[in-house]
């Protein structure tokens, strides 16, 4: 087993890729600058005599905020931006594109590199709008952002995660097919 930071101290995320619904092969996500995962609360209070007694929080959601550069062909699949009923080499995005649903997935590594932390988000769909922002004679080239929301999936999960040196039974395909049936026992 790998010897790796113990204190979760996540340094560089890299190798996004993205499974759309229906689809065998995943495909690159693109160059990935930075991601954001937050997660939806809700929380429960037992109350007696009008007093707070417990209170336990529950995850209803995820939020995943992704900053980088996205392969063309993805981006439009994340959007639904398409040709339909368009002539040839026209795209267009408007109130009847409808991005695909999918899964996402993401190697992140500790600050000392010793080991790959496998993400993976398993039904992610978009959850704002196109924004473009191109500003001439700048030094970098502009990153775009998009935000992802994560519904839980068949097993009632958000997100999975494993290391590379642990799960060597489905860090094979982690990035090219994941499915979270395959995470499970006796499946």
């Known amino acids: 087993m790998a010897n790796r930071d113990t204190q979760f ?9 993205m499974l759309f619904d229906g689809e065998e092969q995943a495909k690159k996500l693109g160059c990935t600058g930075e991601i954001e995962v937050e997660s939806e609360i809700k929380t429960i209070t037992k109350k007696c ?3 707070d007694k ?8 995820q939020k995943i ?3 980088g550069h996205i392969e063309r062909e993805v ?14 080499g026209v795209y ?6 409808l991005g695909k649903v999918g899964t996402l997935t993401w ?3 500790d600050m000392m590199e010793t080991d790959v932390e496998l993400l993976a988000f398993p039904k992610v769909s978009v959850a704002s709008g196109l924004t473009l922002g191109i500003k001439n004679g700048e030094d970098e080239v502009a990153e775009i952002e998009v935000e992802f929301s994560v519904t839980e999936d068949d097993y009632g999960q958000f997100m999975y995660r494993a290391f590379k ?7 094979e395909k982690w990035h090219t097919k994941f499915e979270s049936k395959n995470m499970q026992k006796g499946l």
């Not at 101290?9 to 890729?17: A, D, E, L, W």
């Not at 267009?92 to 594109?97: D, H, I, Q, R």
């Not at 040196?165 to 860090?171: G, I, K, L």
């Open 92 to 97: 267009a995005y408007g109130k009847n594109s």
């Open 49 to 51: 005599e009008g007093v």
């Open 65 to 67: 905020k992704f900053v």
């Open 107 to 109: 190697d992140a590594y």
């Open 75 to 88: 981006l439009n699949d994340i959007f639904g931006i398409n040709t339909n009923g368009l002539k040839k």
């Open 54 to 61: 417990e209170k336990r929080s529950q995850v209803v959601g």
């Open 165 to 171: 040196s642990e799960a060597t039974e489905v860090a």
């Open 9 to 17: 101290s996540y340094f560089r995320v890299t190798n996004g890729h």
